[in-house]
């Protein structure tokens, strides 16, 4: 599965994405190039943000080449609020109103916290969190300037709420991503601003295969946590996505949605029977 925009469930019409615009940071790879490509096989307007202008066009250009929707790549430091803000002012100049965000960009590694550099924990913490902050902050006051309401998805983990040794830094930044999402979630949903989250399982993309089943002993490994056995594609995590993202789901705000085949309900400590 790897043109989503040609079979996506929601590419038919009623699910309320077409010309709206959407943010997706971390949109030029796996999971967040997944869900700009579903976006845009829906009837969205897509801009893609990061810090590899390479892997951004490369989105844009399977967008173009599908014919399926307009996007557009804004390289952006997520970590920087005056970048962030271009980013949303570049968005509503070029397709002239904005509909949603979705949060991903990310940074991660395996490391024991005891012995994590200060460096390393703020550099995922300012990614993670702040990123994620910035961004909602500033897509949030488009939104109330506009009128229109508009949805956020944040991708978490599900460790953000049952931890997991060698991911304190992501886990706390994740963590705090979480209760962000639950409290904005009341503060704006006056504006008709919904907020939610997706906590994906193991999924089969270049950058986290790298960064925590590096060896396929350690991709073994992970894939035996996994009751359904097996690791999900990043289009099954996009078309999750969009259903939180959609008016199909206009009534839930401040939750979460995990898809991750059961790893984190089926944790066995003790053996196996």
Known sequence: MNDLTANSAYSAGGWGFTGRTYIV???????????????????????????????????????????SGQALAVPTDVRDPAAVDALVAAAVERFGRLDGLVNNAAGNFVAPGIDLSPNGWRAVVDIVLNGSYYCTRAVARQLREQGTGGSVLSVIATYAWHGHPGTVHSAAAKAGVLAMTRTLAVELAPLGIRLNCIAPGPTETEGAGA?????????????????????????????????????????????CLTVDGGQWLGKQVYGRG
Do not use: H, N
């Open 25 to 67: 940071t971390g949109g030029g790879s796996g999971i967040g190039r997944a869900i700009a490509l579903a976006l845009a096989g829906a009837g969205a307007q897509v801009v893609v943000a990061g810090r590899t202008p390479e892997k951004l066009d490369e989105t844009v250009a399977l967008i173009e080449k599908s014919g």
């Open 211 to 255: 960064a925590l089943w590096a060896t396929d002993e350690a991709r073994s490994g992970v894939l035996a946590t996994v009751p359904t056995g097996r690791f999900a594609a990043p289009e099954e995590i996009a078309d999750a996505s969009l259903f939180l993202l959609s008016e199909r789901s206009s009534y839930l705000t401040g939750d």
